[in-house]
Nanobody, 124 residues
Framework: QVQLQESGGGSVQAGGSLRLSCAASRLLSSTYCMGWFRQAPEKEREGVAAIGSDGSTIYADSVKGRFTISQDNAANTLYLQMGSLKPEDTAMYYC??????????????????WGQGTQVTVSS
């Protein structure tokens, strides 16, 4: 079993920055894909960004150029650096992972491990 624990959420004004972290209790495989999803009230959970064990990345169009996903392999930690934040970025942000697979898409069903989420609120 693997636990994913997010941190770093908070409240920020539009145009500001936040960095989210996700600590994995362990890795089940040297091949994996880890990502960030978000869910605003009354909306579907949507993929934000993902990074594979090979360093490949995928971004949602809505965050390209503003968000950067990265990882610290030694610390089993995933990051999401968010910049130029907009009110529409307000959501609960979830860390997700899938093992023994490379990143192929930001589809929710492609991931089978999830964290509890961390809230990001951007005010105008």
């Amino acid at each position: 079993q693997v636990q994913l624990q997010e941190s770093g959420g908070g409240s920020v004004q539009a145009g500001g920055s936040l960095r989210l972290s996700c600590a994995a209790s362990r890795l089940l495989s040297s091949t994996y894909c880890m990502g960030w999803f978000r869910q605003a009230p009354e909306k579907e959970r949507e993929g934000v960004a993902a990074i594979g064990s090979d360093g490949s990345t995928i971004y949602a169009d809505s965050v390209k150029g503003r968000f950067t996903i990265s990882q610290d392999n030694a610390a089993n930690t995933l990051y999401l650096q968010m910049g130029s934040l907009k009110p529409e970025d307000t959501a609960m942000y979830y860390c997700a992972a899938v093992w023994w697979r490379r990143c192929s898409s930001l589809t929710r069903g492609s991931f089978n491990y999830w964290g509890q989420g961390t809230q990001v609120t951007v005010s105008s």
